[in-house]
């Protein structure tokens, strides 16, 4: 448990392939059992431990449920779902843009509440998987200010 832990907390995004070895080595321990199982939580263990590291979801998920308690928000009602009833899965309200359908997979469209929209929850280092993160972001960002889809 302890390791799956460090791998989302301590590791993250900086190497998002810690948490899939610790996770794998909790099931495998719970398959194998001791004694070989310390093998598994060695390796596990190493893996994390030598990872580079990166607490940028912590923060964010940290900001993100802070901003939640203190701002008040709502939904962008193009990202509403009208199918509320159950009828539908997909939003169709007015103005929405299924990102799939541009290119890159995605479309400038306001996806932050009005009351939060130049809030910005997630950092990334350039740490590193983060770095390739944080260079897709700012290539959409500069897509977004340039007002290409």
Request: net charge negative; aromatic share 8%; hydrophobic share 40%.
């Amino acid at each position: 448990r302890r390791i799956m832990i460090c791998a989302s907390e301590d590791v993250g995004n900086a190497d998002p392939m810690a948490l899939t070895v610790a996770t794998s080595a909790c099931l495998a321990v719970e398959r194998v059992g001791m004694p070989e199982a310390r093998i598994l939580l060695a390796q596990a263990a190493i893996y994390v431990a030598c990872a580079p590291k990166s607490n940028a979801s912590y923060m964010a998920i940290g900001k993100a449920l802070e901003n939640v308690q203190k701002v008040k928000t709502t939904v962008p009602g193009h990202l509403k779902n009208i199918h509320a009833n159950g009828e539908g899965d997909i939003p169709q309200a007015v103005g929405y843009k299924y990102a799939h359908d541009f290119p890159n997979h995605y479309v400038v469209q306001q996806y932050l509440p009005d009351e939060i929209i130049d809030e910005k929850f997630y950092e990334p280092t350039d740490i590193g998987y983060e770095k390739v993160i944080s260079e897709h972001l700012k290539f959409l960002r500069e897509s977004q200010a340039e007002g290409i889809d």
